[in-house]
């Protein structure tokens, strides 16, 4: 099993400032199939980015990724209120895709 | 509009199954995969399995792999998860999520979730 680390655990940051989430893998991960979700209280999780660095469809630009083999890293460039959150990151390289244990994102 | 409609909540006592719907609207059914995936209360989310609208290739996760059985209806554009011998821990939100036609896939739609409760 591929086992994904999140750092940091809890993130806060204010509004207007670039928010950095790492996710690191316990092995490669194959093609670079790495996926960010980010999920809301109390709703369900939305796909941000796939293969890690495409965005999602109607994501805001201010999200991106970026990194390959073991080490990706998801940036939100500009903190809005809104993007208070559990950013989650998910491998699907291998069949049985496993997901980081995410990683909490607060607007002070 | 792409749509996955899940079955209402569930309370069940430990030792029971449970069985929860996914309606999908809006895609070709037999196009994608459907994944379940849990969360269990404050906590963090779990692929437990993934069958293929196509032709019900399926894989579980190694922690369920012998209570969970993924079925769908083709017809009706529907997929099933049947959880037997319920414990405990298997208290949590299950949702199902759009994959591709394949097993290795990124999650672009998901359900709104069924909260299973275990408890005697």
């Known amino acids: 099993e591929n086992v994904l680390t999140q750092s940091p655990g809890t993130l806060s940051l204010s509004p207007g400032e670039r928010a950095t989430l790492s996710c690191r893998a316990s092995q490669s991960v194959n093609a670079n199939y790495l996926a960010w979700y980010q999920q809301k209280p109390g709703q369900t999780p939305r796909l941000l980015i796939y293969?890690?660095?495409s965005r999602a469809t109607g994501i805001p630009d201010r999200f991106s990724g970026s990194g390959s083999g073991t080490d990706f890293t998801l940036t939100i460039s500009r903190l809005e209120p809104e993007d208070s959150a559990v950013y989650y990151c998910h491998q699907y390289g291998s069949s049985r895709g496993t997901f980081g244990q995410g990683t909490k994102v607060e607007i002070k | 509009q792409v749509q996955l409609v899940q079955s209402g909540p569930e309370v069940k006592k430990p030792g029971a199954s449970v069985k929860v719907s996914c309606k999908a609207s809006?895609?070709?059914?037999?196009?994608?995969?459907i994944s379940w995936v849990r969360q269990a209360p404050g906590q963090g989310l779990e692929w437990m399995g993934w069958i293929s609208g196509n032709n019900g290739d399926t894989d579980y996760a190694q922690r369920v792999q012998d209570r969970m059985t993924l079925s769908t209806d083709t017809s009706t554009g529907t997929a099933f998860m049947e959880l037997r011998s319920l414990r405990s821990d298997d208290a949590a939100v299950y949702y199902c999520?759009?994959?591709?036609?394949?097993?290795?896939?990124?999650?672009?739609?998901w359900g709104q979730g069924t909260l299973v409760t275990v408890s005697s």
């Open positions: 293969g890690a660095s």
């Open positions: 999520a759009r994959g591709g036609s394949g097993s290795s896939y990124y999650f672009d739609y």
């Open positions: 809006g895609y070709t059914f037999t196009s994608h995969g």
